[in-house]
């Protein structure tokens, strides 16, 4: 995969409707068991074979993802994943490739996001400045489908990262 801007033109191939729906309505869900911290959730949304390049390591598999994932945990608790401008092009054999914008809001404290949990229908004030954007990144997906039909994540690009470290709390 390439860093090169995106092409204005439209993949060839192109990409059906139904498809690209799919394709965004997944790589959006997948946040939701990071929002929750599910680990094993997810790492169902994951191939068997799936190689993750981020920032801080490559992980191939799901093994070593899972201890990515396990060192990766603290700062995500208290924080809230959203997904934009989402761009679907075909990829290898018959896998697409999702490639969008990840923002990254710390909308609690790490040690106090179990209130999310257990209040949810609560409004949460903080004197940090909270809710607040602490990244931002460009990722892509590159995803397959199972042989029931459903997708899983076999190659995830998180480049072009941008932190506010200051409120990794």
């Known amino acids: 995969m390439s860093t090169s801007a995106m092409p204005l033109a439209q993949p060839r191939p192109r990409i059906d409707a139904d498809t690209r729906f799919e394709a965004i309505d997944f790589v959006n869900r997948v946040n939701f068991p990071f929002d929750r911290w599910q680990p094993e959730e997810l790492l169902g949304a994951?191939?068997?074979?799936?190689?993750?390049?981020?920032?801080?390591?490559?992980s191939a598999g799901k093994e070593e993802l899972a201890s990515f994932l396990k060192a990766y945990e603290p700062i995500t608790h208290g924080v809230r994943r959203h997904n934009c401008n989402h761009v679907i092009d075909a990829g290898p054999g018959d896998d697409i490739l999702v490639t969008y914008y990840i923002l990254l809001i710390r909308i609690a404290p790490s040690t106090e996001a179990g209130k999310l949990k257990s209040a949810p229908m609560e409004i949460m004030e903080y004197g940090e400045h909270l809710p607040k954007l602490i990244s931002y990144a460009m990722v892509t997906d590159r995803l397959t489908r199972t042989e029931t039909g459903d997708w899983r994540v076999r190659h995830k690009r998180v480049e072009n990262v941008a932190e506010d470290k200051a409120f990794h709390f």
């Open 46 to 58: 994951f191939s068997d074979d799936v190689i993750v390049d981020h920032p801080l390591g490559r």
